[in-house]
């Protein structure tokens, strides 16, 4: 079974995707997701210009290999960019090969190690009031696990805060961003952290007083602390009973994380932005962790990841993918398929698409008690409708960026 086709297809209905469409020459086809949120044009043209030759007449059965292929035969390896591209070779051969077997994905990996996912949403307010309506919002939709990210008093704009869609460009539309924004340039917000520091835990305080104490709640610090300060907020949460403090400080830095660990024990979740098993290779093996954060569009696929989450079940970390709206549907798919199948899944992080998302992937996965299932379709379960996603074309889109009072351009 020859790779006869290999197709890079752009699409931006509620937001920009990049999704790789190989088909064989006895005629099944296979998706992978390749969107890197604010550079996909630059994994369009890796897939393009360098990968897409180098697919065709490849035997599509040979995962694995073609895997090793791409990553060791281009000398440069690792980064976002080529492991997005990558990821999307190897889920779309995985969508191929389980077709051919006629099975669900899952079923490939191993069968299933449980019913469902648990999955948790995105809360968000620049008031408390704000911050109450949206996890009642959350828990109405059948949420059973809730991240809370609040405002600050005397920012104007932080991350992750769904209320910020007022900005220019963005006034009154739903959009799949979050948090970038279309535009030309990124917009600059402000930042503070000994204000955050402040308030983070009078929110977590009053949200487990009004929702009570069995809620499993979560917070994203965003990469915004130094491991000092990262340690003073775990400490703070530690009466609010978190489910995990994510991204607490840059872990590229993987010994900060040794600071942190010492002084608090709330859960450390990690990895929104690593993409290589080297990343983790140290807060693994010390325990630093206790959930990976990767998603397998910018990590290599199910392959590469299968094999972090593994080598993490060794130590007792649990998964906890990455899966907000900058993973399409494609990509969203390729995790639930993983999280059923592994012993060491922990959580699934998930945004809703909006409608026309939903309309260029078909989907055949559900949502329902809080639980996400990946569907029994043979492959993914994802189908792309190209005359649909011909409808959308790229849109210039941005992460935001932080700058300190003084100027100074900060983390986020």
Not at 78 to 98: F, H
Not at 180 to 187: D, I, Y
């Amino acid at each position: 079974m020859k790779i006869d086709k290999a197709e890079v297809i752009v699409t931006s209905p509620d937001r920009n995707f990049i999704t790789l469409k190989l088909t064989t020459d006895d005629g099944l086809t296979g998706l992978g997701d390749a969107t890197l949120n604010g550079r996909e044009l630059s994994v369009v043209a890796y897939l393009t210009e360098h990968v897409v030759p180098l697919l065709l007449g490849r035997d599509a059965h040979n995962i694995e290999d073609t895997w090793q292929f791409l990553y060791r035969s281009a000398y440069w390896r690792r980064g976002p960019v080529t492991m997005a591209a990558i990821s999307a070779v190897d889920v779309a051969l995985w969508d191929i090969k389980a077709k051919a077997a006629g099975m669900p994905l899952y079923q490939l990996l191993g069968g299933a190690s449980r019913t469902g996912l648990l999955a948790y949403g995105h809360a968000s307010g620049k008031s408390l009031t704000e911050v109450f309506d949206s996890v009642n919002s959350h828990l109405e939709q059948g949420f059973k696990a809730i991240r809370v990210q609040t405002g600050v008093p005397g920012l104007k704009s932080i991350y992750g805060i769904a209320s910020n869609k007022g900005l220019p460009g963005n006034e009154g539309v739903r959009y799949d961003h979050e948090p970038a924004q279309r535009g030309a340039l990124p917009a600059d917000e402000d930042w503070d952290t000994r204000s955050y520091l402040r308030h983070v835990p009078t929110v977590f305080e009053a949200v487990r007083n009004e929702f009570g104490p069995e809620l499993p709640l979560l917070h994203d610090g965003h990469h915004r602390m130094t491991p000092i300060q990262a340690a003073t907020l775990g400490k703070s949460l530690e009466p609010y009973d978190l489910f995990w403090l994510e991204d607490c400080t840059p872990a590229e830095n993987q010994e900060a994380l040794r600071l942190v660990r010492r002084h608090t024990t709330t859960p450390l979740a990690i990895g929104e932005i690593f993409n290589s098993i080297w990343d983790y290779q140290q807060s693994i093996r010390e325990q630093l962790i206790d959930y990976v954060r990767s998603a397998v569009t910018h990590t290599g696929g199910i392959t590469h990841l299968k094999k972090i989450l593994e080598f993490a079940g060794q130590y007792q970390i649990k998964s906890g993918m990455h899966g907000p709206t900058d993973i399409s549907p494609v990509g969203m798919a390729a995790a639930m398929h993983l999280g059923m199948a592994i012993h060491n899944f922990g959580i699934q992080e998930y945004m809703k698409h909006g409608d026309k998302t939903n309309a260029v992937f078909g989907q055949s996965y559900s949502w329902n008690n809080g639980m996400l299932h990946p569907g029994n379709k043979p492959g993914l379960g994802v189908e792309l409708n190209v005359d649909e996603a011909g409808k959308y074309p790229y849109a210039t889109a941005y992460l935001p960026y932080n700058r300190l009072a003084d100027g100074t351009v900060h983390d986020g």
